[in-house]
């Protein structure tokens, strides 16, 4: 793998990605946070299951507020983790 220093680009066999984000501090958290998405999805394992137990915007909060917590407040890593639950993070309302 060959790389560009100055532009953070990594160049390999298969082309070019703009460098990794870290999506926890540590791989104890990130099993922690896959954790926490494995309750969160529980009884959404499929299209059907989900359209018969939507998230509630209560439910979606509370996974967000603890992955939060364990990822520091990192916001790009609160990012990654809404993608997971397909939540816009940027609408999403924090006073619920």
């Known amino acids: 793998m060959r ?3 100055a532009s953070g680009v990594q160049r390999h066999a298969w082309g070019r ?3 990794a984000k870290l999506i926890a501090p540590s791989i104890g958290v990130f099993a922690q946070c896959v954790g926490e998405l494995q309750g969160f999805a529980a009884g959404r394992s499929g299209l059907v299951e ?3 137990n939507p998230p509630t915007p209560e439910q979606q909060a509370q996974f967000l507020r603890v992955i939060r917590s364990l990822t520091n407040g990192d916001q790009d890593t609160l990012v990654f983790w809404a993608v ?3 939540l816009d993070l940027d609408a999403f309302d924090w006073s619920e």
């Open 84 to 86: 997971q639950i397909e």
């Open 3 to 5: 790389g560009d220093a």
């Open 17 to 19: 990605f703009l460098g």
């Open 50 to 52: 989900l359209d018969a």
